[in-house]
């Protein structure tokens, strides 16, 4: 994945002159080997985040929405290969940094937030010592003082109770939903530019969701930071995103504002996605499931990927993949018939 090096602009402290988004993923190619065969998890990715902006990510799981993620900060295990024809954060192409510069950018500018925080956070250390860790890897003259008061300081923000007390605790002591404002806190510690959550509602109820949702919006609030929300809720999708990015077996087959994608979706993967999710404004009997399942990565089905579950099917999507076709203003479809669904949705 490493790249000839090339003179850039300082990843972390910035300098020079941004001339494009945020971040772009040009071109994103990943592949695992296994004992069964190669698995294609993401093929041909390119999408953007502006400064400021929600993007999110949705599919079923086994689309490629948290490989595609998790590329960005080279998070993937060894057994991914990895191409790209660019992966940039405020113009500095990521696959060029050393490891070194890249954990200077892994919790500074960019901040994670893992979908499971009962695993994500260290079972031996209390929740403080791991939320200042994260303030003192970004230092440059460490101060543990400081940086254990900043934690109280996180702690509070992302409303954990009586956090002078609760930094002493270990993750076992935290609920659910504590342990991912923990998460949260330590992703946003260091006011980054980017925030990547990936599912961060998962497993909790309902309730808790929505405080953790209203907490994802003001730690967004308070760091003016882009994000890029990675699940399969559409309910979250409309309560955060600006903007919707859609994949399906690897490949993105929709992309658009998230009150057109809501309002006129273009790819029958999309209008499946949305005919399965409740509604308040519609008086319906039973959900319309999408059938079948997603296509085995490591033998995709010819032609688009999505025509053994399409009901739109044509032999022209048995044989002949379909492009990701620009269709209007910053929208796109990998449908060969997205023209019609314009005129029945």
Do not use: W
């Not at 500074?108 to 929740?127: E, H, K, R, W, Y």
């Not at 009586?162 to 076992?172: E, F, L």
């Not at 519609?282 to 999505?306: E, R, T």
């Not at 739109?312 to 492009?323: Q, Y």
Request: aromatic share 2%.
């Amino acid at each position: 994945m490493r790249a000839g090096r090339m003179p850039a602009a300082d990843p972390v402290a910035g300098g020079g002159v941004d001339q494009g988004p945020l971040l772009r993923i040009d071109g994103l190619r990943v592949d695992f080997r296994t004992d069964d065969g190669v698995v294609h998890a993401v093929t041909d990715v390119s999408l953007t985040v502006e400064r400021g902006e929600i993007v999110a990510i949705v599919g079923e799981s086994g689309s490629g929405k948290t490989v595609t993620a998790m590329s960005v900060l080279r998070l993937l295990p060894k057994a991914a290969e990895v191409a790209a024809k660019a992966i940039t954060f405020r113009d500095t192409d990521l696959r060029t940094l050393s490891a070194a510069e890249l954990r200077r950018i892994r919790g500074g500018p960019v901040g994670m937030i893992f979908q499971d925080p009962m695993t994500a956070l260290n079972p031996v250390m209390s929740v403080g010592a791991q939320v200042a860790e994260a303030v003192l890897l970004h230092q440059r003259r460490p101060d543990r003082k400081a940086a254990r008061q900043r934690a109280v300081e996180l702690l509070r923000l992302v409303g954990v109770p009586d956090p002078a007390q609760r930094v002493k605790q270990y993750p076992h002591e935290f609920s659910g939903g504590m342990r991912q404002r923990a998460m949260i806190a330590m992703a946003i510690a260091n006011n980054p530019d980017l925030i990547i959550a990936d599912e961060p509602t998962t497993a909790l109820d309902v309730t808790i969701q929505a405080q953790v949702l209203a907490l994802l919006k003001k730690a967004q609030a308070e760091t003016g930071a882009a994000t890029i929300l990675i699940t399969h809720d559409l309910g979250v999708v409309a309560e955060l995103a600006d903007r919707v990015v859609v994949m399906y077996a690897g490949r993105v087959v929709e992309s658009a504002g998230v009150r057109e994608l809501f309002a006129m979706p273009r790819h029958p993967y999309t209008l499946g996605l949305l005919a399965s999710l409740p509604r308040m404004d519609v008086d319906v009997d039973q959900l319309d499931p999408i059938p079948g399942n997603p296509p085995n990565m490591s033998d995709p089905p010819a032609g688009c990927a999505f025509h053994p579950r399409c009901p739109l099917v044509r032999e022209r999507c048995r044989t002949e993949r379909p492009a990701l076709l620009q269709i209007g203003a910053g929208r796109s479809s990998r449908c060969h018939f997205h023209d019609e669904l314009a005129v029945t949705a």
